[in-house]
């Protein structure tokens, strides 16, 4: 499988994955920086289709030391804003529908944050040392390789999982950020 069946059918097995993450150059942390829009790639992960469910917008990396990890969209996505991972519950089910949007925005005054939630370092990953992002509160690593100068694949490393989860991100030069 090729980057481009992989963004054409948004849809590989985990091993077609990660053979097409191998295939690509990583990233730099400078060329991480920005707002990114981000949209799942069906794998078969448990997680599949939650973020898209819940609204997720994608990610800001601000600094090495600053990184907001989940962007959400506002209802009306006229709007993104940061949510804080950590009362983001792993390991149960959650829902994976539209009202998973509702709950979002419902709770909003309680998951919005203003304070970065994860950083960026240069970690080796599957043979090649890479930028990634590690959360602060969670055994979580999402790891980066270039598709082209505006866009990533990402690869969720979340600890204890039996498989990766799968994301593209692409950089949006018109950033809706409500901090």
């Known amino acids: 499988m090729t980057i481009q069946d992989l963004l054409k059918e948004k849809k590989a097995t985990p091993e077609e994955g990660l053979e097409v993450f191998d295939q690509l150059p990583p990233v730099t ?3 991480m ?3 990114w829009k981000g949209y799942e790639l069906n794998t078969g992960h448990p997680m599949e289709g939650l973020l898209d469910a819940s609204g997720w917008y994608g990610k800001l ?3 090495t030391e600053q990184v907001h990890p989940l962007l959400m969209y506002s209802l009306n996505k006229k709007r993104v804003f940061p949510i804080n991972p950590s009362y983001i519950p792993l390991g149960i ?4 529908s539209k009202i998973a949007k509702v709950i979002i925005a419902l709770f909003k005054p ?3 944050t203003k304070k970065a939630k994860a950083r960026m370092r240069m970690i080796k990953y599957r043979g090649k ?3 990634t992002m590690a959360y602060d509160s969670k055994g979580i690593f999402d790891h980066f390789a ?3 100068e505006n866009s990533m694949l990402g690869v969720m490393d979340l600890k204890g999982a039996s498989q ?5 991100l692409t950089r949006d030069t018109q950033p809706k950020l409500e901090i």
């Not at 990766?164 to 593209?168: A, H, I, K, N």
Request: avoid cysteine; glycine fraction near 8%; aromatic fraction near 18%.
């Open 164 to 168: 990766p989860y799968f994301f593209v």
């Open 29 to 31: 942390l400078d060329f």
């Open 129 to 131: 040392v890479t930028g």
């Open 110 to 112: 309680i998951l919005k």
């Open 93 to 96: 089910p959650l829902p994976k």
């Open 61 to 63: 990396f601000v600094n």
């Open 146 to 148: 270039k598709i082209d």
């Open 33 to 35: 920086l920005g707002q």
